[in-house]
């Protein structure tokens, strides 16, 4: 590689977004000289993960960045309601889940707004000691004992040399692709659409809630003070539901008709982001890393959102990936075996989880009322049937692996 400055660091972070952004600021508190690119020189909405599970939350507050999300806004919902087609609103909220006893001293979910905590946790990382290069384009790496990366920004080109290349730059990582690793990827069973509304203050603020009604499934996300985040499953057929410049009108018309989840409580909400589609599915990698690169978050292989896991995951990724860097300086290519192994099996499980979800809540029409009634009466006479669930609040860990098993699916969507 090729350029007018040369940089020596111990660490290059290539994209600033929350996992990017909290893996350079654990890293630098700890002293390890830490250089970050990020592409976008101002966070926008991009209809990224909002929604932090209380599993999540632990591996925050063991990284200790949960008071850099509260100080940035986010917000604890305390419990959870699930609108049944076939029971309505009053019965959902009648006795909704507490949150709050799932794990000890965590409130519930961590909902926040995705650009202000990526501002929030990059400023963290900057003052910690991390350096921080915004607006930059033309990443390109080099693996190997002695990793480089090397950079466009403003108009000049710029390299870094490094102990060791961290991509936490999503799912589209160009880190991944340049160090050769393969992505896995399974077949997406639905279409996720999202946006962002102000102004509903008709909907309880402690309350996440979802239901599906018709041809959607329909997921709420309150961020305090009117603000929620709002995400519409759909069928793969209707792929184009809410694209175009009509998109975000069409969403949501399409939430204040529903009457089971009440979307009236959105009847003067207003639309404050795009709205974006993409599809349900999950990628994972084998081995995250290779001679002088590891991958965490999404660049690592992501998971269906419909179940909300993601920004949990990138937790445990960078507290996990911290402590191996941490614990040992020489960062060989085989100290992050053990994080591969782990990751592997927690993405095994989430991606059963997800799976489970879309196949039950995506079932649309009279026949899918049908299938979520039988799986609520077999999760009901045999718990164990619905161990996989709980383990996606508490921790993918937290219960046997035969949660997991195909069996499970099997006895619970039987005719």
């Known amino acids: 590689m090729c350029g007018e400055h040369l940089q020596h660091k111990d660490v290059v972070v290539v994209g600033a977004g929350i996992a990017g952004g909290s893996i350079a600021t654990v890293l630098a508190r700890h002293g390890v000289s830490v250089f970050v690119l990020e592409q976008q020189s101002a966070y926008r909405d991009r209809v990224r993960g909002e929604n932090m599970m209380p599993w999540g939350v632990v591996e925050l507050r063991r990284l200790g960045l949960e008071h850099v999300l509260l100080d940035a806004g986010a917000h604890f919902a305390t419990k959870f309601a699930y609108y049944s087609g076939e029971s309505g609103k009053d019965e959902a909220e009648a006795d909704p889940f507490d ?60 390299r870094v040399r490094c102990r060791m290349i961290i991509g936490a730059d999503g799912r589209a990582s160009t880190v991944r692709r340049q160090a050769g690793i393969p992505l896995h990827k399974a077949k997406p069973l639905h279409f996720i659409a999202g946006l962002l509304l102000e102004d509903a203050y008709e909907w309880p603020d402690q309350i996440n809630g979802s239901g599906t009604e018709g041809e959607i499934y329909c997921l709420v996300f309150p961020q305090g003070k009117g603000r929620h985040r709002l995400y519409v499953c759909h069928s793969n057929a209707t ?63 992501h998971n269906d959102p419909i179940i909300g896991q ?32 782990e990751r592997l099996d927690r993405m095994r499980r989430v991606r059963f989880a997800a799976t489970m979800s879309a196949v039950l809540n995506c079932a649309f029409g009279p026949d899918g009322n049908e299938v979520r009634r039988r799986a609520r009466q077999r999760r009901t006479e045999d718990p164990q049937l619905g161990l996989y669930g709980q383990a996606m609040v508490a921790g993918p860990e937290t219960v046997p692996a035969t949660a997991f098993d195909e069996k499970i699916r099997q006895r619970l969507l039987a005719p």
Not at 316 to 335: C, F, P
């Open 310 to 341: 993601g920004l949990s995951l990138a937790m445990r990724d960078v507290r996990i990936v911290s402590d191996l860097m941490l614990g040992e300086r020489q960062w060989s290519t085989d100290l992050f075996t053990p994080y591969a192994e």
């Open 99 to 158: 949150l709050g006893k799932v794990l000890p001293d965590v409130p519930g979910f961590l909902n926040f707004g995705h650009p202000a905590a990526t501002e929030a946790l990059l400023t963290a990382a900057s003052a910690a000691g991390a350096s921080v290069r915004r607006g930059v384009g033309g990443v390109q790496i080099s693996v190997g004992s002695t990793p480089e990366v090397a950079y466009f920004a403003d108009g000049d080109a710029q």
């Open 239 to 301: 792929a184009r539901r809410f694209a175009g410049s009509g998109g975000p009108r069409k969403f949501l018309d399409a939430v204040r008709r529903l009457r089971s989840l009440p979307g009236e409580r959105f009847a003067d909400a207003r639309i404050a982001g795009p709205c974006a589609s993409y599809p349900g599915d999950d990628t994972w990698t084998d081995r995250p890393f290779t001679d002088g690169v590891v991958l965490i978050g999404d660049a690592g292989g």
